[in-house]
């Protein structure tokens, strides 16, 4: 169980990056999804130990992540937004020497760890080839292998699914929803689609706060009647960008599908206009959250 205390990080500028996040996780993947610059990344690689907090505390199963962090690495796995310059070591190599990092010190045990890893994600047959020859996905898969070494109680995923194509992707979701059977698993994103099919509860981020959060289903009943729609040509799109709190613009057949986000009060003037009642879904809470910055409850 991680149990994140009134965090915050200011960085020179001076940035407020986190500004007093609470957040505690039970199990399963948690997706933390917002817009460039909402302060994930910070989040996150404090999470790792990587970079402390100007205050606030953070707890893994009851103990205090700061206090022996060498102790804190060998539960946690980490797989950056950013790997950096990808080295002439083979896949092989790093990962056995990332498991010596991880304190398993017999090389035996440390060789049966490395080659579970590999076939887990499917790439011992180019383990010895340089990492700097990987693709894009070849990347990521190596990146999870590192990650779960040596079975993390946490592991950090930060904006995987860039560069992935649509189908790496989806193989590389798959990974991760077996991979995190037995830990608990943050995983960021400023793309919807990344979070909504395997998270069970999601945490949206904006200026370095936690907004709202729930699971999907949760999130997207806060929005029950409160999105309208309609279609819209292109020339009549710009009457609905100012006056109203448009959640999305969407082109649809030569012409645009316009959502907008309504109170109560709205909707006889909408009706009037030609828009319907649709239901919601996590794009739109995403909108509404980050573009208004206004909370709604946190379930
Ligand atoms: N090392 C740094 N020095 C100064 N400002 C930073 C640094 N890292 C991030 N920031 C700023 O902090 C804010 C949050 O950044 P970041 O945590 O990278 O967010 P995200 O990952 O959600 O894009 C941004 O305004 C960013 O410009
Ligand atoms: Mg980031």
Not at 7 to 23: C, E, N, W
Not at 82 to 107: C, D, H
Not at 167 to 196: G, P, T, W, Y
Request: hydrophobic residues 40%; glycine residues 8%.
């Amino acid at each position: 169980m991680l149990e994140v205390c009134q965090i915050s990080k200011t960085y020179p500028g001076p940035v407020r990056a986190l500004d007093s996040v609470d957040l505690r996780i039970d199990s399963g993947i948690f997706g933390l999804l917002g817009p460039n610059g909402a302060g994930k990344s910070t989040f996150m690689r404090i999470l790792a130990t990587l970079q402390l907090p100007d205050s606030g505390n953070v707890a893994l199963d009851g103990h205090d992540l700061f206090a022996n962090l060498q102790e804190a690495r060998r539960s946690i796995g980490y797989l950056p937004q950013e790997m950096g310059a990808y080295p002439r070591a083979s896949a092989r190599e790093l990962l056995n020497y990332l498991a010596a990092l991880k304190g398993i010190t017999s090389f035996r045990q440390r060789k049966a760890l490395v080659e579970e890893q590999l076939s887990i994600v499917n790439l011992r047959d180019v383990a010895d080839r340089r990492l700097e020859t990987y693709s894009g996905g070849m990347r990521q898969r190596f990146g999870i292998a590192s990650a779960f070494l040596g079975n993390p109680k946490l592991v950090i995923v930060d904006e995987p699914t860039a560069g992935l194509d649509p189908i790496e992707r989806r193989r590389f979701q798959r990974l991760l929803v077996q991979a995190a059977k037995n830990c608990v698993m943050i995983l960021s994103s400023h793309i919807v689609e990344d979070v909504v099919d395997i998270c069970d509860q999601i945490g949206i981020m904006a200026d370095g706060k936690i907004v709202a959060r729930g699971s999907p289903q949760n999130l997207v009943q806060s929005l029950e009647n409160c999105v309208w729609t309609r279609t819209v040509p292109e020339d009549k799109l710009g009457q609905y960008e100012t006056g109203y709190r448009l959640l999305s613009v969407r082109p649809d057949a030569g012409s645009f599908s316009v959502r907008l986000f309504a109170t109560e009060a709205d909707h006889s003037h909408l009706s009037g206009l030609g828009f319907q009642r649709a239901d919601p879904d996590l794009e739109d809470v995403y909108a509404h959250l980050v573009t208004s910055s206004q909370a709604i409850p946190i379930s």
